[in-house]
T-cell receptor, first 112, second 115 residues
Framework: KNQVEQSPQSLIILEGKNCTLQ??????????LRWYKQDTGRGPVSLTI?????NTKSNGRYTATLDADTKQSSLHITASQLSDSASYIC???????????FGKGTRLSVIA | SQTIHQWPATLVQPVGSPLSLECTVE??????LYWYRQAAGRGLQLLFY??????ISSEVPQNLSASRPQDRQFILSSKKLLLSDSGFYLC??????????????FGEGSRLTVL
């Protein structure tokens, strides 16, 4: 069964600190993996996309990694800001016309 | 540029009342359209998707229905709401690329509370 598991479920960090969010998946055959940021009460917005051949990709203070062998991805946030407080959702796409597989998200709270 | 509009943003309805959520996309043609529901502490659940006018696929059997009367319009409806229909509803679109691997673009969401 295609699944995406994210950890931790929630995380609280101090402003300025770094953090890493994890995503493990069993989706096969794999096409790509995206990280979305969802502010409270808003729709998710894509941060990065990782394809099979990519190991790391950065978008400002966000850096995503992908290990296709172990089927794991991480999202690293550097020098966190209060505006980083949101849910981060890992979404995996298979190589055929099947529904996307969503993780339940990690709820990140950045406090001053 | 492409934009997606979803309304209403917030809705409070009594049990048994009807529902209509509307979503429109601008700046693209023949998009794939989706309705998702997001319950507290749970991931996004795909409810319906459409690859063209009048073409609706249902992923979860329930008392909700969807319609696509125009290329860029997607409507989520119910004749009689249940308490369990409360949640955050998200409309989304993406280009119909081969394999359906394109980025999903989400609307701002509609918060439905059924009392």
């Amino acid at each position: 069964k295609n699944q995406v598991e994210q950890s931790p479920q929630s995380l609280i960090i101090l402003e300025g600190k770094n953090c890493t969010l994890q995503c493990n998946y069993t989706v096969s055959p794999f096409s790509n993996l995206r990280w979305y940021k969802q502010d409270t009460g808003r729709g998710p917005v894509s941060l990065t996309i990782m394809t099979f051949s990519e190991n790391t990709k950065s978008n400002g203070r966000y850096t995503a990694t992908l290990d296709a062998d172990t089927k794991q991805s991480s999202l690293h946030i550097t020098a966190s800001q209060l505006s980083d407080s949101a849910s981060y959702i890992c979404v995996v796409s298979a190589q055929v016309n099947t529904p996307l597989v969503f993780g339940k998200g990690t709820r990140l709270s950045v406090i001053a | 540029s492409q934009t997606i509009h979803q309304w209403p943003a917030t809705l409070v309805q009594p049990v048994g009342s009807p529902l209509s959520l509307e979503c429109t996309v601008e700046g693209t043609s023949n998009p794939n359209l989706y309705w998702y529901r997001q319950a507290a502490g749970r991931g996004l659940q795909l409810l319906f998707y459409s690859v063209g006018i009048g073409q609706i696929s249902s992923e979860v059997p329930q008392n909700l229905s969807a319609s696509r009367p125009q290329d860029r319009q997607f409507i989520l409806s119910s004749k009689k709401l249940l308490l369990s229909d409360s949640g955050f509803y998200l409309c989304a679109w993406r280009t119909p690329r081969a394999g359906g691997t394109g980025e999903l673009f989400f609307g701002e969401g509609s918060r439905l509370t059924v009392l």
